[in-house]
């Protein structure tokens, strides 16, 4: 298993997509807390803010989110879809003939590179989101008391986006399929839906990838009707599931697709 | 590694296997067996079943029924696969933006091998002095060379090839030749597959030969070439009536052709020349027909994949080194 592992990890460190996806990790984060600034004045009359409400200052905590909803997934897909579209696949199990042990080992390795892009955005954080708080006006400390509730889960959010593009690339094969599948459902359809759902039924659609990723994530419900649960809500906000709540449901998204993409795709015959 | 010092080769066994793809059976009910320190060539028109066949031995394929071994073994439950078996695919393919050094560290990092095996094995196969260049810009023979070297990673006890001649230019075909040959020499076990008769006819000591799925013949060379019917030995000799009469009291069936010409059926140089030398027949020529494995092939395949022989190149001699590669 380690052999694998690490030939997986050699593997990913040596595409150029994969570096493409690390390299946007920093401009998205960068986007998140412009964005968190920028929504944090409210009527103050101020283009940018310096945050307050303890939603605003996990929000900024988090902002490297933005940055894990889409390139996680990307991550994931890339780590499957890459064999089938340079038709390595054949190689590879060659190589490592166990196809589970082959499956088990790009699962770490995706888990591997999520983190690194949690990471790189939180690098972004600490280099430009608090420093610019302060200068804003802001208490730092104010902001690094979240870390608590907004790191552990953030970084498992990135994991387990990570494995549902994974695991949806398992399923499609097709890289620009699977990516189109993943990002387009998280950033596009799910936001549809939850505001058809929440329009027509009042419901709160709160189980669906993104979502449940970002209860994981500390409750930085950016992006979900204008408030999440820990600024109180109003009678119409968006309430996200609890983050264990957030964390299984988004492991469901990515073990079920996995899953199904093992016993339906990735076993079949390799001719 | 020196010739001949080692017998580390395992059997491969094919028993019964059985593909069927939808409707369309690929290989039917297939047992033959592979031996050690033998280079066994695996014959057949295309669409035989050959590649489905190595595909199930390497486990890329599940096969419908029977089984396909190594030693005793699935490829999939072998301690160390790719210590045991090496495998050079057809339609095997690489990261284009990956160097070739990278991918043969990845390979050896798969198999729990040595880093340095990389080196070892470029240099095995002449690519040395591409270690760095991206798989990309390479050619299709030194794609190839670069196949055989991911499969030589793990210094495997045996060596399967599916069509490895494709991309090769003569110098290259005649380098894998020698390859396989010391390959073998070491007890070691080369399984080949290929549509080129000249070139596997220089290179084989067994043969194993399928049409439509199904086994055709398997034995050694000699065994087949000399099974065949249709054989025939042809003289031509300006004594032609004394040749017939000797022929006749040798019991040795044969036919007039022309005035100075007699062919004969069944029998083989061994057998006519001391004959003949012994009567002091004088010869112009003594020549052996349809006993090739060429002919062998196209009885056996019913002349199926006849139009891939004119794939085949000459090989002219080469050097032990491998050639320089350069796209």
């Given amino acids: ?40 004045g409210g009527f103050s009359g101020h283009t940018f803010y310096f945050v307050t409400s303890l939603s605003q200052r996990r929000r900024l905590l988090g902002a490297g989110y933005f940055g894990i909803e889409i390139l996680a997934p990307i991550i994931g897909v890339l780590c499957i879809t890459s064999e089938y579209r340079q038709k390595t696949i054949t190689g590879s199990l060659v190589l490592v003939p166990i196809r589970s042990r082959l499956l088990l080992a790009k699962v770490i390795t995706t888990a591997v590179w999520s983190i690194f892009i949690a990471l790189l955005g939180l690098v972004a954080i600490a280099a430009v989101a608090l ?25 498992l959010s990135a994991v387990l986006l990570g494995l549902f593009g994974l695991g949806f690339g398992t399923l ?19 936001g549809i839906l939850i505001a058809l759902a929440k329009a027509i039924f009042h419901y709160d659609l709160n189980w669906l990838p993104n979502g449940a990723g970002a209860a994981l994530a500390g409750d930085i419900a950016r992006g979900f009707g204008g408030g999440g649960s820990g600024d109180g809500g109003g009678a119409n906000a968006f309430r996200l599931l ?24 990735f076993r079949r015959d390799v001719t | 590694m020196t010739p001949g010092t080692t017998t580390r080769g395992l059997p491969i066994e094919i028993n019964g296997l059985s593909k069927h793809f939808g ?25 035989s079943g050959k590649t489905t066949t190595l595909r199930m031995l390497l486990g890329l394929v599940h096969p419908s029924s029977g089984t396909a071994t190594i030693a005793g073994q699935s490829y999939q439950n ?93 110098q290259g075909i005649a380098w894998l030749r020698d390859f396989m040959r010391y390959f073998a020499s070491e007890g070691r076990t080369v399984l080949v597959s290929s549509h080129l008769l000249s070139e596997m006819a220089q290179t084989i000591d067994d043969a194993v030969i399928v049409s439509f799925g199904q086994l055709k013949a398997q034995g050694t060379l000699e065994e087949i070439t000399k099974g065949i019917t249709g054989i025939v030995m042809r003289a031509r000799s300006p004594e032609a009536d004394r040749l017939a009469g000797v022929l006749a009291q040798a019991g040795i069936a044969f036919r007039r052709i022309t005035h100075d010409e007699i062919a004969m059926d069944g029998v083989t140089p061994e057998q006519v020349g001391p004959l003949l030398a012994s009567n002091q027949i004088v010869l112009y020529e003594l020549a052996q027909e ?28 080469t050097p032990p080194t491998p050639p320089d590669q350069t796209p």
């Fill in chain 2, 23 to 47: 409707p369309v059976l690929a290989v039917d009910n297939l047992s033959f067996t592979v031996e050690p320190g033998r280079v066994t060539g695996f014959l057949g028109p295309n669409g």
């Fill in chain 2, 78 to 170: 072998l301690p160390n696969p790719t210590s045991s078996v090496g495998a050079v695919l057809e339609a095997t393919s690489f990261h284009p933006a990956r160097r070739a050094r990278t991918h043969l560290r990845m390979a050896a990092r798969a198999g729990g091998h040595d880093e340095k095996r990389a080196d070892e094995v470029l240099g095995l196969v002449g690519l040395s002095g591409d270690a760095k260049r991206k798989i990309g810009g390479f050619s299709m023979g030194m794609r190839q060379r670069l196949e055989l070297a991911t499969a030589l990673i793990g210094d495997p006890d045996v060596l399967i090839l599916d069509e490895p001649s494709n991309g090769l230019d003569p």
């Fill in chain 2, 290 to 317: 349809g006993g090739d494995l060429e002919s062998v092939f196209l009885s056996l395949t019913a002349g199926l994949g006849f139009g891939d022989l004119a794939d085949a190149a000459p090989t002219p001699p």
């Fill in chain 1, 242 to 265: 609890t983050w264990w709540q957030g964390g299984l449901v988004l492991l469901a998204w990515g073990l079920g697709p996995l899953t199904l993409g093992y016993f339906t795709t």
């Fill in chain 1, 1 to 40: 298993m380690i052999n694998a592992l690490r030939a997986e990890l050699l593997k990913m460190r040596t595409m150029p997509g994969v570096w493409v996806t690390f390299g946007l990790a920093l401009p998205l984060t960068v986007l998140g807390i412009l964005i968190v600034f920028a929504s944090a």
């Fill in chain 1, 131 to 155: 420093p610019w708080n302060a200068a804003l006006g802001g208490v730092t400390s104010q902001v690094t008391d979240q870390i608590g509730a907004v790191i552990p889960g953030l970084l």
């Fill in chain 1, 172 to 190: 499609v094969k097709n890289q620009v399929a699977a990516i189109l599948l993943t990002i387009g459902g998280t950033l596009i359809l799910e």
